[in-house]
């Protein structure tokens, strides 16, 4: 039960959470991270897993997943240097994931807690036994900007690749899918945010190019399969909002939905019969 301490104390400490996230790319970013590893974890679930930021009456309050099967994962994160358990002003580190610990077990629900920090040289990596049964630690490194953040970290480049339905997508690629994860996410009240809410948002957002794992496929005219599997050393697949192709072992290329339509009549119109023929057509 909260005391009248506890409920002035998770007051500041609230507003203090809501100020300091205006701007806070550190947050805003293991955010995106979290959220591509969801989509990747959980395709069938998207309505069900539930985030919500910046948590009022919670002691560790940045980040909050709650899963399909009840279980809630809270995450603390900082982005500070010198981060020891025994951190803060009024109340420590330590204190803190205590008394969240004690909140969640009095109500019997599932849990885990996270403390997420981006300077490697803190000594947190040894939980105190007080909270080490429910308690994590986990580094994740901290980057001004996104590019700089997905050109230096592997996990989170990692995390992008897994929800792109490019199969070998460069860069640039990735960072367009970060990017409007970044966008839709920083939209959004980031309160009880279905996973299926962002998945829609994403879906709705007027810009071709974007391809996600959860992007629908679309249909291949057999009449143009037949004339594409006649086309000596040319292969080909689509897979969510584009087609690719590959020539011989070093020409290949994409063509995205709305582009593709069109040039699927060209070559229905054309029945080309090489790939010089082809090519031409797109």
């Keep these: 039960m909260l005391t009248t301490e506890d409920l002035i104390y998770l007051e500041n400490k609230h507003r203090g959470g809501i100020n300091n996230a205006k701007g806070n790319s550190y947050e805003v970013l293991y955010a995106v991270y979290k959220i591509a590893l969801l989509l990747s974890l959980y395709p069938e679930n998207y309505e069900e897993i539930i985030l919500s930021s910046q ?50 077990k009095g109500n019997s629900k599932i849990f885990s807690l996270f403390l997420v920090y981006s300077d490697k040289n803190s000594n947190v990596t040894s939980i105190p036994d007080s909270i080490s049964d ?32 490019y199969p070998f997508p460069q860069i640039d690629k990735l960072f367009s899918l970060a990017s409007m994860l970044l966008g839709v996410w920083e939209s959004l009240d980031k309160e009880n945010v279905p996973l299926s809410k962002i998945v829609q948002k994403i879906k709705d957002y007027p810009l071709s190019g974007n391809n996600f794992i959860f992007d629908e496929s679309f ?64």
């Design 219 to 282: 249909e291949i005219n057999k009449e143009a399969m037949a004339i594409f599997n006649k086309i000596s050393d040319f292969t080909y697949v689509n897979i969510g909002a584009a087609f690719y192709w590959k020539y011989k072992e070093k020409d290949n290329g994409e063509i995205n939905k709305a582009s593709y339509l069109s040039f699927e009549r060209e070559v229905l119109k054309h029945q080309p019969t090489n790939f010089d023929e082809l090519e031409s057509l797109m």
């Design 55 to 104: 948590i009022k009456d919670a002691f560790v309050d940045d980040l909050l997943v709650r899963h399909y099967c009840g279980k809630r994962d809270f995450y603390q994160l900082k982005n500070t240097t010198c981060l020891t358990w025994q951190s803060g002003s009024s109340h420590t580190l330590e204190y803190d994931f205590k008394r969240q610990m004690e909140l969640i």
């Design 134 to 165: 429910c308690t994590q630690t986990e580094y994740f490194p901290y980057f001004s900007d996104l590019n700089r953040l997905l050109m230096e970290s592997s996990v989170f480049k990692n995390a992008i690749f897994q929800i792109s339905a």
